[in-house]
């Protein structure tokens, strides 16, 4: 007897706390996902059929799970934000979300989070949006597998994929972003972690950080943005093994670091941007393991950069290896390998006898007279950068790499 | 043209596409390599060859010119029979191991090509040049000695002076004057021709306007081979002329 009052008790309890299952479709009795989450409870599922909701505005106000079934359509028809999520513990998967409303003075998003925790928003795809996925003061998230594919033209109205403000611990995973404003955007945001996403086609930036600190991003792709990455006014910052490729243009970079201090950039790949690396005003960041091929400038030292170390990177090919604004140079350079490298190794140890200078004399010319870039590759520059390797007058003569190595580094 | 120079001078390209990718192991930098041997050594060559090879049939050309056959058709048989030899030792003696080497797919074919075509186009220029310099000086060494500087002036000291001019005016708009400057000789416009395929991404990195629509276009592309064709053109013409009035 005491056996059966337990079981029952026990079923009693589970009928009580577990979820139940809301169904959403067209011709069921809950037609919206509006009414859909009016009817839930917290810790219910809301499951989204397949069909086209007309729904904007939509609050979701407590923790649900929201799943479509076969991408149904959410279509705000332009007239502002889709869905916004103020409920802590909310996971939104799978819908089809169109059509965000433009303005000029809200940033309508096609999913905001705000002020929430532990959210999960995965497997969505967005299209013709004005701001994609807005986390906002909020921590402990994951945004994972989400496609979305904006048209923007201008910078002045259009909005960002996915972007972070005052928010801490997110993870953003093999999402991937294209003709948005900027692919990825973290403002004033903490501890994330940005991995295996691709960002490209962008306006603006694959990338941005402002004001974000102890972040990392590795193992993504940037490819022909207006400028792959930039990272600007944040500390501690890990770059770890990125792509970043085809950033062409005339202010276009694979990464712009302005105002960084104390980060690792380690095993990334520079492919044809016109500048690889610019760097302003950043200080004691590592560079390791890096590949730069065929850009115009690997990197563009703009001044004001102190104790950064450049050890191990392979210099692919590159236009110029190294441009400096002046001749001062409180960076090191050691162990690299040099595709222009020109010097010998007798006794064999796989490092060159004789120091690497990478900063060529043109380099300096085409500095201050950007025209002249136009007789790269002549004769006469050649015998003035021989000239300016012999003695130094015009570029820092401290700045050499000590052990060139010989062969292409592979790790 | 049974020349053995023109032997030699296939021989020398051989060599030199062998020992490069021997070398180098790596196509696209073999190409940058070739770059700079085309707008130095093509020129010089085709220089030396066409002086030489006019003052050498000197005695022949008077003895042909006593024939009843036209003087615009000796002179031209001559100028193209040197060019036409040089351009084919410059293309099968540097596409040859290129060939071997697997040009065909890589995906460096379209650089290569646009070195062999700007080669061509460098000799054809070079030789007529000559020519001219040839035809103007009764004195040997005196043409030799034009010949000479005319490549130094176009290979080095053009663009000495060119960078001391930008330099000199560099607070004014220059993006137009830098582009006219390399349309003015033929060594810059082959060099930059060859840039635009290789440098692209550094050529971007420059703000004007006129730069943008110069290089990201194909614009560039076809302004540069007429301007070539131009430089191929005149200088032929002048033969015609001045072999019509000479009087030998």
Avoid at chain 1, 153 to 180: A, D, P, T
């Amino acid at each position: 007897m005491r056996h059966i009052l337990v079981l029952l008790a026990v079923i009693l309890m589970a009928k009580l706390t577990v979820a139940q299952t809301v169904e959403v479709c067209k011709t069921c009795p809950i037609s919206t996902l509006k009414d859909g989450i009016a009817q839930a409870k917290d810790f219910d599922t809301i499951v989204v059929k397949k069909g086209t909701y007309k729904e904007h505005n939509v609050l979701v106000n407590k923790p649900l799970t929201i799943i479509g079934e076969n991408y149904p359509v959410i279509d705000g028809e332009l007239k502002g934000e889709i869905i916004t999520v103020t409920s802590d513990n909310v996971t939104v998967d799978g819908l089809f979300i169109i059509n965000v409303g433009n303005s000029y003075t809200a940033d309508y998003a096609a999913i905001r989070v705000k002020n929430s925790k532990n959210f999960l928003i995965q497997n969505l795809v967005l299209e013709k949006l004005f701001f994609g996925i807005y986390i906002e003061k909020s921590r402990d998230g994951k945004v994972f597998h989400n496609k979305i594919i904006g048209e923007a033209v201008e910078e002045y109205n259009s909005g960002n994929g996915i972007q972070l403000w005052y928010s801490r611990n997110v993870q953003i995973e093999h999402n991937f972003v294209q003709h948005v404003r900027d692919g990825i955007y973290l403002e004033f945001s903490n501890d994330c972690v940005i991995k295996n996403n691709v960002s490209a086609l962008n306006v603006r930036y694959g990338l941005h950080f402002m004001f974000s600190n102890d972040d990392s991003y590795e193992d993504n792709t940037f490819e022909n943005n207006g400028a792959g990455v930039a990272v600007m006014f944040s500390k501690r910052i890990q770059m770890f093994n990125n792509i970043f490729k085809e950033n062409w243009g005339t202010a276009s970079y694979g990464l712009l670091l302005k105002e960084i201090n104390d980060a690792e950039i380690v095993g990334n790949t520079f492919e044809n941007n016109t500048i690889g690396i610019n760097i302003e005003g950043s200080n004691r960041i590592n560079y390791k393991h890096n590949t730069f091929s065929n850009n115009g400038w690997a990197i563009k030292v703009k001044g004001a950069c102190y104790t950064n170390i450049f050890t191990e990177n392979n210099f692919l090919y590159n236009s110029f290896d190294i441009a400096y604004n002046s001749k001062v140079n409180d960076n090191e350079f050691d162990k690299n390998y040099w595709s222009s490298y020109t010097g010998y190794d007798l006794d064999k140890n796989g490092i060159g006898d004789i120091p690497y200078r990478p900063v060529k004399l043109f380099s300096y010319i085409v500095n201050r007279t950007p025209e002249t870039i136009i007789l790269l590759r002549s004769m006469f520059i050649d015998i003035i950068d021989f000239s300016e390797k012999v003695s130094p007058v015009f570029t820092p003569d401290d700045l050499l790499d000590n052990n060139p190595q010989i062969k292409k580094l592979t790790w | 043209m049974r020349s053995r120079w023109s032997y030699v001078y296939f021989a020398f390209y051989l060599l030199l596409g062998v020992v490069l990718l021997f070398l180098n192991n790596d196509l696209s930098k073999a190409v940058i390599t070739l770059m700079n041997v085309i707008i130095v050594l093509v020129p010089l060559i085709g220089t030396i060859f066409g002086v030489m090879y006019y003052y050498n049939s000197q005695e022949f050309t008077e003895l042909l010119l006593a024939q009843p056959i036209k003087r615009s058709s000796i002179f031209l048989g001559q100028y193209l029979g040197v060019a036409l030899s040089l351009s084919m030792s410059l293309i099968l003696g540097l596409g040859i191991p290129f060939v071997f080497y697997g040009l065909f797919e890589s995906s460096a074919i379209w650089d290569f090509s646009l070195l062999l075509i700007t080669g061509t186009f460098l000799t054809l220029i070079f030789t007529a040049l000559a020519f001219n310099i040839a035809l103007s000086n009764e004195n040997k060494i005196k043409g030799f000695g034009y010949a000479i500087l005319l490549w130094l002036f176009l290979a080095v000291i053009y663009d000495g002076l060119f960078l001391m001019t930008l330099i000199l005016f560099e607070d004014y708009p220059l993006d137009k004057v830098s582009l006219i400057g390399t349309m003015l000789n033929p060594i810059d416009l082959s060099r930059t021709l060859i840039l635009l395929k290789l440098d692209i991404s550094a050529l971007l990195g420059y703000t004007g306007a006129v730069f943008k629509q110069f290089f990201g276009t194909s614009f560039g592309l076809i302004v540069s081979f007429v301007m070539l064709t131009i430089w191929v053109v005149m200088p032929v013409l002048r033969i015609v002329f001045k072999s019509k009035k000479k009087d030998f």
